[in-house]
């Protein structure tokens, strides 16, 4: 699949090249030939709220402060009208501190984890449906149009899956133009990037879709609602708590997307079907590792 020239709709792109984020090893492939590979790296990123540390996570390591502002944001434990005074990231140590003016309470959600499916161990702290009840999601709609336009341009952008695999992307969008672009070995922690540059940037949740690799489960589904985001769509498949909280908030939930399919599972009411799907491109069965962008799983 030819990589896109155009990033100019991109505010954020990941950045294949940047040299702590992969590196080579050698190797053998299956007739004993010797290889070099491109393989991710994995570091661990200790948060801190205030003077409380929450959680050590395996990171890539890029954008420490937006994956520690948007890992809070989602755990529920910065409330709306926070007031971020500093953030301090130290490479050496491998911590990031988040300061709030007013003393925050995360001490009951400490005691109280749960482990989710998301690949690289992926935590929620206190009642995972905590605050979904006051959700209320705008009826934004979406073009057909738009998420064929989407596809086509995310699958093409260069990325660290496309150089070295192993890792999950999450893209906010807006309209048919993606804006920012993160990955991680966590498909979770992509999500929490996209959530910590969204409350670092002030921007608005209402007109965003977030385009998203791997499974659609229950926790992916309860952090794009949290955020705000009224649709949230994948190439992957469905868990079906994701799909039944997904009925109960009204997101919009798109998965199998792939070429000219998609399945939608949860708020049709959002679809403006405006595009023909014959008249789309469709991609073959199987494709080669260098065509199939993201990872499925």
Known sequence: MA???????YIITPDPTAPRLTRSVVGTDQTGAPVTAQ????RPLTIFLNRQEIVTAMTIGD???YLAL???KNQGMLADNETITGIDYDEELETVVVRTLSQTTYEEKLQKKTRTSGCAVGTVFGDMMEGLSDVTLPDTPIKTSHLYALAAKINRTPSLYLEAGAIHGTVLCQGSRPLVYMEDVGRHNAVDK????????????????????????????????????PVLASRSGFTAWGVEIAQQVGLTLIGRMKGQRFTCL??????IRDADPEQIQDEPEKAARKGATWPTG
């Open 3 to 9: 990589q896109l020239d155009d990033l100019s709709d």
């Open 39 to 42: 393989v991710v790296e994995e």
């Open 63 to 65: 954008y420490p402060a």
């Open 70 to 72: 948007g890992f809070l």
């Open 194 to 229: 996209v959530a910590g540059w969204m409350l670092s940037e002030n921007v608005t949740a209402a007109d965003k879709m977030l385009y998203t690799t791997g499974r659609l489960t229950s926790e992916m589904v309860i952090k794009t609602a949290l955020m705000g985001i």
């Open 266 to 271: 949860a708020g049709e009411h959002r679809l």
